[in-house]
Structures are given as structure tokens and as C-alpha cells.
């Protein structure tokens, strides 16, 4: 008899959390280290995308999960325990940045129309670069510096949606903007990266000298 | 229906993300065969999602989760951790500074196929964007609630992810089920 095709993995995860949940909220503190161990990463790199600085984003992201923590009654169960975390570490990485960093200024590209459509600038033919090559630090490197290198909204939205994997309705809802103003920073991010990526990642993936020390290719 | 330059890359996201409609589809690829310049765009856009959407781009500090452990401590009520606490921290420290090696050595080495049921997919775009995680059988759509091993996860071509063997989540891909 054949194997029913519409039960292939239980849902199995959001009730665990929910159980873990309840009894963190009934004085089990300790289970709340099993709740959150899936999204340690998760919680950093969110810091990290909108505070681009290791120390700042650890600060920021134990910060955010101590609130987490107490105020744990008050997640709702319609929304996600991911989605809540993150917008809570959106909101105190956000607060730090205003308390700390208040006379920083934001990179050049924050000023470009959202409204208007964006256009590639360069139409070079990429090679699939292979995912192997994420094992080299300086290849990471490079991403995080292009990432980093993005007026902030755009940046915030493509770490939340491509990097940390959000619905667009999420992402919405964690950066308090509309389902299609994240769509259209999105398309922008992700075409400004490519723009961005580009000229160092045309065909040089081989090659030691990836890129030149020094220089950037935008 | 014809689309020009301007419109394909002012739909590059949503045709990733297979959120545009079938007539707009075949605009798209009739467009892209015959566009070099378009195709470069898609693929270097296809591209820059994968690399990010994979989790060996956010390395977090060494020692990242044993501070924050430490700090929840600290700030717990009480301020005493159980035994049972201890060896549920010990066990994610652990967990979490094995987590690194673990994706290095499982990610490329995924058997054939994992799953018979990868058939249904046929009808998902082959050029949709989805995520896969470390030890799940199916693949779906960002932000599904259903996504297993949420700590492990990429974004892949759905095309790739049928060869790998997974199937599509019943849930979020519904719609490509039932077409």
C-alpha cells in the first residue's frame, strides 16, 4: 500500500515551542536555553545587520533575549516565537544604535528613491558560484562588506527575508512597514548586491586575488 | 504578452519567489531566452540570494553563546541554575559550537534522494527559490511554519532541491499541488 504523500513531516516544531513556552511561563526557567538555541544565530545576525559591529551585536542580542525572556507572557501564540524574537531584537538594536551612535551618518545609497525603479548597471554574465565558496573567509567577507555597504531599510529587509528566511508578511510586520514596501526594498537590495558583487565575482572565483587589496569594485 | 527589460527586472524578486502569475511566467522566460543582458541580471540576482540565504554567512563570535548563556543566568530569578539547567546549557553550548562542523560536513554530502514522494513537485516553478534544512525531508517557501531544524538552513533552486530528493511541503506549496 502506498505511503499517504500529505504527511511527510509532522509539524512537529511550533508545538514543541509552544509547550516549552507554557512551561517557561509555569517557572521552568532553565528550558527557556532549549527555546532559544535554534535562534542564537538568528538573533545576532539580526544585531549584527543593523549595527554592522561584533561587540554592539552581541551586546544587543543578549539584551534582546534577557527581554525575551521576561517578558515571555506576553507572546501571543498567533504570531511566531521567531518573528516575535526578531522584532524584538530589531527594536533594541534599533534603540542602541539612536542611544549610541547618533551622529552617525547613513551611507549614501539610504538616499536613492524608493519609489523609482532601479536599474542594473552592470550586465557582466556570472558564473554559478558555487556554494563551497562560502568556506573561504575572505569570500564572506566581501559579502558582509557589499550587505554592510547598504542603505540601512534595504539592508534590515534582506537580512530579515533572505537571510533569515521570514515571510514577507513578517518582515512587514517586524519592520512596521507594508507588504509591498518590502518588496520593493527587497527587489532593490537584491539588485543593488548583485551590482555591487558584480565586477569582483565575474569569473574571479578561482583565482586568489579575488580581489585586489584595497580596492573595491563599487 | 511581451514584457521589456525594464519590467523583468522589475519582477526578478516575485518570478524568484514564484509569486508571479503563469501568463507573466512564460513573458518572463520567452523574454530572458532571447535577453543575455536580462539572463546575466536574473542569475547574478539568483545568486546573491543563495550565498546570503546560507548559514555560513553569519558566523557568530566564538564563545557568542556561552556569554549569553552566562548573562540569562545572571539575570534569571533566583540567579541558581539547576543541575538539569547546567547540562541543557552544557548540551547547547555544545550543540551549538558542533553546529559548524556538522553543516560543513553534511551539506554536500546529501544522498540522492531522501524521499519518493519528490513527484509532486513537478509542478513547482524549477526556478523558485526555496529553503531546505540539514535533516528535512521537504522543501518550502520563506517564513513556512513548518521548517524543520530551523538552526540549519538554505536557500536552493526548487529544481535542485527535487533532484536532492525533497519534496515540497504540502502546506506551502499548496498551490502548486492542487494546480
Redo the contacts between chains.
Sequence with gaps: MP?E??S??P????FNEEMLIQRIRNGE??????LI??????V??AA?AILRN?ADA?DV??EA??KA??HIRQFRAEA?F?TWLTQITINEARMWRRKEHANIMEPIVDRQDEEG????RD????R??P?????RKEV?QK??EA?ASLGEKYRET?VL???Q??????TAKALGISTASV?TR??RA??M??DL??TG?GGSWSSKLFLAKGTKPW | MVVSC?EV??E???YLEGEVDASLRTAMEDHLRGC??C???L???R???????????????LG??H???R??EE???GNR??F??WM??AA?AV??AGSFEVA?SS??SRPELR???AQ?GARVPPDMLV?VSGD???FH???????????H???IQAREALRQGY?P???CMKKYLTA
Design positions: 505511503e504523500v500529505t511527510l513531516e509539524p512537529a516544531k511550533p526557567h532553565d528550558l527557556f536555553y532549549e538555541r535554534p535562534y542564537e544565530r538568528r545576532y545576525s549584527f561584533e552581541e542580542a543578549q533575549m534577557l525572556f521576561k511566531r521567531s525603479n532601479y536599474t542594473p550586465f557582466a554574465d556570472w554559478e558560484i556554494l563551497e565558496t562560502l568556506e564572506r559579502l558582509a550587505l534582506f527575508r533572505d537571510m528566511h521570514l515571510s514577507i508578511e513578517e518588496k527587497l527587489l537584491r539588485l548586491l548583485r558583487l558584480a565575482f | 525594464e527586472w522589475r526578478i524578486s516575485n543575455k543582458h539572463t546575466a541580471v542569475d547574478g540576482t545568486n546573491v540570494v543563495q550565498l546570503y540565504g546560507d548559514e555560513r554567512m553569519f558566523e557568530v563570535p557568542f553563546s556569554r549569553l548563556h548573562r540569562l539575570n534569571m530569578p541554575r539547576s538539569l539547567g541543557v546549557a547547547a550543540l551549538v560543513r551539506v554536500f524521499s519518493e514522494h509532486p529553503i528535512g525531508k521537504t517557501a520563506a517564513g513556512c511554519p513548518f521548517i524543520h531544524d530551523k538552526a538552513i538554505r536557500t519534496a511541503c504540502v502546506r
